[in-house]
């Protein structure tokens, strides 16, 4: 990225809202659904990740369970066992292969679901890091860890993040096989994740350098839906 200024702004942001939320909730809120303060001192029920993101799970049984309540039944009934494993994390390296292995369980749970839906690799991890990124940040029981969690988080691979020019090169995202107008779902494999995470990775470390400070890779999550220039002090108030 070339906006200097913009980069300034998105890791004063970052700081404040990632590392220093002012608001925390339990960890089943944040999973659940936790009632967040608007602007308006009125309230508004958010959880990590929302209804649209689950669109494309296709049910077998329509009256079943979707892939909605399975990440989240997930999250809740271990919870316990996931926070002690993302407090030993060392690396990024080591919590990917922590993904990798809730990714595993998720979708041996995911029955209801057509099979076809669970083929490609960031249909399951996408929300799974939006549902750690928002842990990391907001969760009561993981206030001790954040600051070195926050450094290993990746950022959630989307639509609106193969838009954003100056993160993507169009010949960046035609080497894994997708382009500006791809889903989250076409990021088909692990190697094609992790080689768009090198990218990420490569451009925060020379950011970092340029602006004398960290930035990490999921500090680029604040140009999602314009959230660097949104009110609020944590995740979900930032969130439109």
């Not at 404040?16 to 960890?27: E, G, N, R, S």
Request: overall charge positive; aromatic content about 10%; proline content about 4%.
């Amino acid at each position: 990225m070339q906006n200097i200024e913009l980069l300034k702004r998105v890791l004063n942001r970052a700081e404040m809202i990632l590392l220093q939320p002012q608001q925390q909730y339990p960890w089943n809120d944040i999973v659940q659904g936790a009632n967040v303060a608007r602007p308006d001192g009125c309230y508004k029920k958010w959880a990590a990740v929302e209804r649209n993101t689950f669109r494309g799970f296709h049910k077998i049984d329509k009256e079943g369970q979707g892939s909605s309540e399975g990440f989240k039944n997930y999250l809740v009934s271990n919870r316990h066992t996931i926070i002690a494993q993302l407090k030993a994390v060392q690396s990024a390296d080591e919590l990917h292969r922590l993904e990798v292995k809730l990714c595993a369980e998720i979708k041996y749970k995911l029955t209801n679901i057509k099979p076809a839906m669970l083929t490609s690799f960031n249909k399951i991890r996408k929300p799974l890091d939006l549902y750690i990124e928002h842990l990391v940040t907001m969760a009561e029981e993981l206030a001790e860890d954040r600051q070195h969690l926050v450094s290993c988080l990746f950022l959630p691979l989307d639509s609106q993040m193969f838009q954003q020019a100056e993160l993507f090169s169009e010949y960046e995202l035609r080497s894994v096989g997708i382009s500006r107008s791809s889903t989250y779902t076409d990021v088909k494999t692990e190697m094609a994740y992790q080689v768009l995470q090198k990218m990420v990775k490569a451009k925060t470390e020379k950011i970092s350098a340029a602006l004398s400070k960290p930035f990490y890779p999921i500090y680029f999550d604040l140009l999602w839906n314009g959230r660097v220039d949104r009110w609020g002090t944590n995740l979900f108030e930032t969130n439109p």
